[in-house]
C-alpha cells in the first residue's frame, strides 16, 4: 500500500506500477464531459490544477448551513472522455486521474509522456469514496450543472484505487498485455 498526498510530485507517481494500491489525501478536483469540454476550448480554469488528481465523478451533494456534503462520489467510465483526455492534461498539468474502466491505448501512451498516471477506484463504492471526503473546499462552474461542476475536495486516505496505467508502460486495461 503507498500513501500519497496531492499536489502530487513526478517523484510521487515515477514510483508507482500497475497493480500497486494507492490512498490518496490531499486536494482533488473532479471533472466530467462538460468541464473537459470547457478546459480545451480554451476556457480559463478557476484554479491551478498543477500536480492534482483529477476524479472522473459527478459527487451527489446536499448543501447545509452554506456547508455542501457529499453522500455519494462514485466513478464514471474515463474512457469516454479519451478524444479530448491528452489536450486536458497539457493545459491543465495534471499529474493523476481517477476513474473506472481505464483509457483506451492511445490515450494511455500520451499520459505516459505527459507523465500522468490512471489510478482506478471501483465503480459502485461512491459511498465508500465520499466517507474518504473531509470537506468540500469550493465549487466552481455550477452552470454546467452540480453534475458537472468541478468540486474542489479535500480528501484524507481516498482508496484503494489501484494503478491502473504507470509511467514504465504498465496498463492494466490493455489487450495487448492480458495473457490467456
Known amino acids: 500500500m503507498i500513501e500519497l498526498t496531492a499536489p502530487l510530485q513526478k517523484q510521487d507517481i515515477k514510483r508507482l506500477k500497475v497493480g500497486d494500491v494507492v490512498y490518496l489525501s490531499g486536494k482533488i478536483i473532479t471533472a466530467r464531459d462538460r468541464a473537459y469540454k470547457r478546459v480545451v476550448t480554451g476556457h480559463r480554469i478557476p484554479v491551478d490544477l498543477r500536480g492534482w488528481a483529477v476524479y472522473h465523478c459527478g459527487p451527489l451533494a446536499i ?23 491528452l489536450e486536458f492534461i497539457k493545459r491543465t498539468g495534471v499529474r493523476a486521474l481517477i476513474g473506472k474502466g481505464g483509457v483506451r491505448n492511445t490515450a494511455a501512451e ?27 473546499e469550493s465549487v466552481w462552474w455550477r452552470d454546467l450543472g452540480d453534475t458537472e461542476a468541478l468540486w474542489v475536495l479535500r480528501m484524507q486516505h481516498f482508496g484503494p484505487l489501484i494503478v491502473g496505467i504507470d509511467l514504465h508502460g504498465g496498463d492494466l486495461f490493455s489487450l495487448k498485455q492480458r495473457k490467456t
Open 63 to 85: 448543501r447545509k448551513n452554506k456547508e455542501w456534503k457529499v453522500i455519494s462520489a462514485g466513478p464514471t467510465t474515463s474512457a469516454r472522455l479519451d478524444p479530448v483526455q
Open 110 to 136: 500520451g499520459m505516459r509522456k505527459l507523465g500522468c498516471v490512471y489510478l482506478a477506484f471501483p465503480g459502485g463504492a461512491g459511498v465508500v469514496a465520499a466517507k474518504a471526503i473531509k470537506r468540500v
